[in-house]
């Protein structure tokens, strides 16, 4: 059995309690039988796979590598990961790098099967940096399986820390955060953009992204979010206007199917 995280409340408030609960309730998670024998298996096993068909032929070692980068509802696409795995990113032409998730250039990166001579699957580091990806992964998922806003911010940090980390340009990195959907969807909520953006030019949507981030922020500067107290007030904005979104559509609905179910109550000759 996994052990369910207790999230009681929603939006900013909702936040506060996990944060002020979460490592109890990490540390309860990871020591669940579940969690227990999949990252056990992935430890006992994953040294001995050498290519990439053989890591993708083992369902149960699969599952925990892309659960480690929060590619769960890629366990089925078996050709597509393994061309991401033995590919590799150092060509560019590599798949994971015409990708516009940068997920799958870090899972590609982390095994290393079309990178290097030997693949990272022997190193003595990988199994315990890939457990601790998975268990911090499957945390999230099991927060989103009851609120997913915070499912999302409980993402921000590594994901914002592995683009911002990476040799790249600031545009590039704004790039790449607004390839990566889960990331994209905090920034743009949080900074009153509307799904409508996406819909325009790439190089709009940058400067779009980068003058509100300024206008909300005080910078245009995507490392600048790496700082805590920024980052925290992007959280808490995200998750505000977040709760205030999704009220007022219920609200919407509401009052239309009341609308709709009096009406039904007028007679026809009326």
Known sequence: MTFQPVVPLAGYTGWRFLQRTLEGQQAAFEASTTVVRATDYFRENIGEILKAEDLVADRRLLEVALGAFGLDDDINNKFFIQKILEDGTTADDALANRLADNRYAAFSQ????????????????????????????QFERAVG??????????????????????????????????????????????????????????????????????????????????????????????????????????????????????????????
């Open 110 to 137: 982390a095994f290393g099967f079309g990178d290097f001579g030997l693949p990272l699957t022997t190193a003595p580091t990988l199994a315990e940096d890939i457990v601790q990806k998975f268990e911090a992964k």
């Open 145 to 270: 399986e009851q609120n997913n806003d915070l499912r999302l911010a409980l993402n921000l940090e590594t994901a914002l820390d592995d683009i911002v980390s990476g040799s790249r340009s600031e545009n590039a990195q704004w790039f790449s955060m607004m390839g990566n959907q889960p990331l994209r969807q905090v920034f743009q909520i949080a900074l009153g953009l509307p799904p409508q953006i996406a819909s325009i030019d790439l190089d709009q949507q940058l400067e779009v992204f980068q003058r509100r981030a300024a206008a909300t922020f005080g910078t245009e500067s995507l490392a600048d979010f790496n700082d805590p107290d920024t980052q925290e007030d992007l959280i808490r904005l995200f998750l505000v206007r977040s709760e205030a979104a999704s009220t007022s559509a219920t609200s919407s609905g509401n009052i239309a199917l009341s609308l709709l179910q009096s009406s039904t109550l007028v007679p026809l000759g009326a």
